[in-house]
Nanobody
């Protein structure tokens, strides 16, 4: 239900914009975030945005990356500037999606399929 896009190969100092759209039977999308997994390492949070627009960034992302969302489109974005080689990895989006059927409301965490970002030095 989450589809990420926008990754690619970029030189150090360049910029990329990632997008992630939620689709399906959605009643509401709560917090959304971006995570990075470098080769051989665990998946770490890069940026997070709440349903009210409050944001949180990893230390490495502060000042260079900006997370935003379009709630009408159930889409989250990550604008990445001044990219460094250590930003290389697979970027996954995450979202807490609320679905509603008659008498039943369900809330689940969903992950996108990941998009590769490679920064050459």
């Amino acid at each position: 239900q989450l589809q990420a896009s926008g990754g690619g190969l970029v030189q150090a100092g360049g910029s990329l914009r990632l997008s992630c759209a939620a689709s399906g039977n959605i009643f509401r999308v709560n917090g959304m975030g971006w995570y990075r997994q470098a080769p051989g390492k665990q998946r770490d949070m890069v940026a997070y945005i709440s349903s009210r627009g409050n944001t949180n960034y990893s230390d490495s992302a502060k000042g260079r990356f900006t997370i935003s969302r379009d709630s009408a489109k159930n889409t989250v974005y990550l604008q990445m500037n001044s990219l460094k080689a250590e930003d290389t990895g697979v970027y996954y989006c995450n979202g807490e999606i609320v679905t509603r059927k008659p008498g039943v409301t369900s809330t689940r965490q969903h992950w996108g399929q990941g998009t590769q970002v490679t920064v050459s030095s």
